[in-house]
């Protein structure tokens, strides 16, 4: 068993300007099929568009901000639940003013950006 | 893609005395590979002893307690990260004064305690 506080892991650049991330459960920690990540996303900042072949499920923890598709736009609050289907191109927006704090959990393996 | 808040999602009995489970992120929702859950334990309450094949990932928002093995136990607070490896038995306990709410990631199939 693995137990730590978030705060505790090492955040690291998260590929954007104004994202950070941290890898808080990973194969480091026996997982072996999905990982667990912590982003944090500054005022007025937002991701790149992008897409994977990997689903991924979202949990908003703090901030405000809004999910965009190709097809649609979402508002993201405390407490938003987020999943994003395989292959659809997707971008995190802070439209806050405080961090936009994401959990994202991915399955294995990953593609970047 | 879906988005909603996890309030907005129907509570339901959780397995236990004490405890309930809203199925935030389900096949329902287009996932084939895991589920999101949040489970919220009442002050004083535990979930009882059990293990699956599945590992899971759980991250906690709010409440103070403790997850318990056969060989360890581990404070819980908010922002607490837990991985827990398969077939490990494990247990958790609210041991605070407000309700211990925690979002719990799992690996299809699911097996129930």
Same mark, same amino acid.
């Given at each position: 068993? &693995?137990?730590?506080? &978030? ?79 395989? &292959? ?26």
């Amino acid at each position: 068993m &693995y137990v730590k506080n &978030y705060r505790d892991v090492q955040s690291e650049p998260g590929g954007a300007d104004g994202l950070t991330v941290r890898w808080v459960i990973n194969a480091s920690q026996g997982a072996t099929n999905f990982a667990m990540r912590v982003f944090e996303l500054e005022p007025g900042k937002e991701s790149p568009f992008h897409k994977h072949e990997n689903e991924h499920e979202a949990f908003v923890l703090a901030g405000g901000g809004e999910i965009e598709t190709e097809e649609e736009t979402a508002k993201l609050e405390e407490g938003s639940v987020i999943f994003v289907p395989a &292959y659809v191109n997707h971008r995190f927006r802070n439209t806050g003013l405080d961090v936009l704090r994401i959990i994202d959990v991915i399955r294995f393996p990953i593609a970047l950006p």
